[in-house]
């Protein structure tokens, strides 16, 4: 066999092993994202009030909570380097140093979260927004630990390659959400009218539901059982703990600054009215379901290169990389002709198109939502790189370019453009695409300064 041949066979090796956790792992964040989809509509049909107040306390919430899991999710690159040696033992030891960071971590942010009503009435929401955002957000705190157990677990889960049961669950998770959310929020059956708070009640319930079916899963199951992780929990290791925070704090700074940025956006938007604040939700809701699949696609990148790192095989790492990156690009090149062939059809998923009432949100969203199509090619490619950067260990730097990117860069951009130069929703659309494209070629340069400098060396 040539060289070309074992190259060509080995890249093909990567191509399948990296599907078979890439496919269950996106599949798993789209379901999970498609309870938010589901709330926004339901959101939708209680009024443009809710559909504002709902959306900005989602985005919110949605802030935190990646901040939060994203810090249990150093779990991933560091098991998935010890899977790649062969170190059983310490994967064991960083699976359970995994779960008491959860809680570490899960414990101020409930805190934190039990008192943004404040900072939501000093930022100029309004009164009517303030309520009806506190009223979801006091309610889901309480999902918090399962979210941030939930993503250490299945950070182990799927660095030992064995992700299918994390769709499994999420999917099944997922369906329950949607089907109490419309039981909870509009009184089916039954049961009392809740609105706003039986959707936060009903996605409570089931991120709690799905933390206990992974544990359960991890207990029972032949391959992962023999790994007793839930042996010995009593047992703090300050070493691993602080290895963990050294990672993972990093990609929780980088989690939630990268949604806070959406979140500054979000605030701008409600200073510019009800409506702009609505039409911002829909096309955000619509790139926050398809960003789901890059974002699954970089954690199965994380724990490729990762493995291969464990294995000291510079090829490997390449390969893992390219992979991903070539597989993010050609989808979201679909994803993003799809916005700009159907953008009507994609508004009429929210809200009533021939509607009157509802023409100016529609005229707002639809510009959105075509800046949005020509920028989500370049936020799959950053979120590919990011996971393999994740892979190599390197969570530090890529924080440091995400807020030069987003927060140097593209806020202010968005406000020169949206405030100063008045172009309202699509200045700040524009300040954000900005951001994304110079956050992606930034990651690609460090990727490949990685790759071609002592620091990579070193490790390979």
């Given at each position: 066999?040539?060289?070309?041949?074992?190259?060509k066979?080995?890249?093909?090796?990567?191509?399948?092993?990296?599907f078979k956790l890439a496919?269950p792992?996106?599949?798993?964040q789209?379901?999970?994202?498609?309870?938010?989809?589901?709330?926004?509509?339901?959101m939708?049909?209680?009024?443009a009030d809710?559909?504002?107040?709902g959306?900005?306390?989602?985005?919110?919430?949605l802030?935190?909570?990646m901040?939060?899991?994203?810090?249990?999710m150093?779990?991933?690159p560091?098991?998935a380097e010890?899977?790649?040696?062969g170190?059983?033992?310490?994967?064991?030891?960083?699976?359970?140093?995994?779960?008491?960071?959860?809680?570490?971590?899960?414990?101020?942010?409930?805190l934190f979260t039990?008192?943004?009503?404040?900072?939501?009435?000093r930022?100029?929401?309004?009164?009517?927004?303030v309520?009806?955002?506190?009223?979801?957000?006091?309610?889901?705190?309480?999902g918090?630990?399962p979210?941030?157990?939930?993503?250490?677990l299945?950070?182990?889960?799927?660095?030992?390659?064995?992700?299918?049961?994390?769709?499994?669950?999420v999917?099944?998770?997922?369906?329950?959400?949607i089907?109490?959310?419309?039981?909870l929020?509009?009184?089916?059956?039954?049961?009392?009218?809740?609105?706003?708070?039986?959707?936060?009640l009903?996605?409570?319930i089931?991120?709690?539901?799905?933390?206990?079916?992974?544990?359960v899963y991890?207990?029972?199951?032949k391959?992962l059982?023999?790994?007793?992780?839930?042996q010995?929990?009593?047992?703090?290791r300050p070493?691993?703990?602080?290895e963990?925070?050294?990672?993972?704090v990093?990609i929780?700074?980088f989690?939630?600054?990268e949604?806070?940025?959406?979140?500054?956006?979000t605030?701008?938007?409600?200073?510019?009215?009800t409506?702009v604040?609505?039409?911002?939700q829909i096309v955000l809701?619509?790139i926050?379901v398809?960003?789901?699949?890059?974002?699954?696609?970089?954690?199965?990148?994380t724990?490729r290169v990762?493995?291969?790192?464990g294995?000291?095989?510079r090829t490997?790492?390449?390969?893992?990389?390219?992979?991903?990156?070539?597989?993010?690009?050609i989808?979201?090149?679909?994803?993003?002709?799809?916005?700009?062939?159907?953008?009507k059809f994609?508004?009429?998923?929210?809200?009533d198109?021939t509607n009157?009432?509802?023409a100016?949100i529609?005229?707002?969203a639809?510009?959105?939502?075509?800046?949005a199509?020509?920028?989500q090619?370049?936020d799959?490619?950053?979120?590919?790189?990011?996971?393999?950067?994740?892979?190599?260990?390197?969570?530090q730097?890529?924080?440091l370019?995400?807020?030069?990117?987003?927060?140097?860069?593209?806020?202010?951009v968005?406000?020169v453009l949206?405030f100063?130069?008045?172009m309202?929703g699509v200045?700040?659309w524009?300040?954000?695409s900005?951001a994304?494209?110079?956050?992606?070629g930034?990651?690609?340069?460090?990727?490949?300064?990685?790759i071609?400098?002592q620091?990579?060396?070193q490790?390979t």
């Amino acid at each position: 066999m040539t060289v070309i041949q074992m190259q060509k066979n080995n890249f093909l090796v990567e191509v399948r092993e990296f599907f078979k956790l890439a496919v269950p792992l996106a599949s798993a964040q789209v379901a999970q994202s498609a309870t938010g989809f589901a709330d926004t509509v339901m959101m939708g049909r209680m009024g443009a009030d809710v559909l504002a107040a709902g959306g900005l306390a989602a985005i919110t919430f949605l802030c935190i909570m990646m901040t939060a899991s994203g810090v249990a999710m150093g779990v991933s690159p560091l098991i998935a380097e010890a899977f790649g040696a062969g170190q059983k033992t310490r994967v064991e030891q960083i699976a359970r140093q995994g779960l008491w960071l959860s809680v570490l971590v899960a414990i101020p942010t409930m805190l934190f979260t039990g008192h943004l009503d404040i900072l939501l009435s000093r930022i100029g929401q309004t009164e009517t927004t303030v309520q009806l955002a506190n009223t979801y957000l006091d309610i889901m705190l309480w999902g918090l630990f399962p979210v941030v157990g939930f993503a250490a677990l299945r950070a182990t889960v799927s660095a030992l390659s064995q992700a299918r049961p994390i769709m499994l669950i999420v999917i099944s998770g997922t369906a329950f959400n949607i089907v109490w959310n419309y039981i909870l929020g509009f009184g089916k059956f039954g049961f009392p009218k809740m609105g706003i708070a039986g959707l936060a009640l009903a996605s409570v319930i089931t991120l709690w539901g799905m933390f206990l079916a992974l544990a359960v899963y991890i207990l029972t199951n032949k391959n992962l059982k023999h790994y007793r992780i839930f042996q010995e929990l009593h047992r703090i290791r300050p070493g691993i703990l602080k290895e963990l925070i050294w990672i993972g704090v990093p990609i929780g700074l980088f989690s939630g600054l990268e949604a806070g940025f959406f979140m500054v956006i979000t605030f701008g938007m409600g200073l510019l009215g009800t409506e702009v604040l609505a039409a911002h939700q829909i096309v955000l809701q619509t790139i926050t379901v398809v960003f789901m699949v890059p974002l699954g696609i970089s954690y199965a990148t994380t724990v490729r290169v990762g493995q291969w790192l464990g294995r000291r095989d510079r090829t490997g790492i390449q390969q893992a990389a390219l992979v991903s990156m070539s597989v993010t690009t050609i989808f979201m090149i679909g994803v993003s002709s799809t916005f700009l062939f159907f953008p009507k059809f994609i508004i009429s998923l929210y809200i009533d198109t021939t509607n009157p009432v509802n023409a100016n949100i529609v005229a707002i969203a639809l510009p959105l939502l075509i800046i949005a199509a020509i920028a989500q090619v370049l936020d799959g490619f950053q979120k590919a790189v990011y996971g393999s950067l994740q892979g190599l260990q390197d969570t530090q730097i890529p924080m440091l370019l995400n807020v030069l990117g987003y927060w140097g860069i593209g806020l202010s951009v968005g406000y020169v453009l949206g405030f100063q130069l008045q172009m309202g929703g699509v200045g700040l659309w524009i300040g954000q695409s900005v951001a994304i494209a110079v956050v992606a070629g930034l990651f690609i340069w460090r990727f490949w300064r990685l790759i071609k400098h002592q620091k990579l060396a070193q490790k390979t």
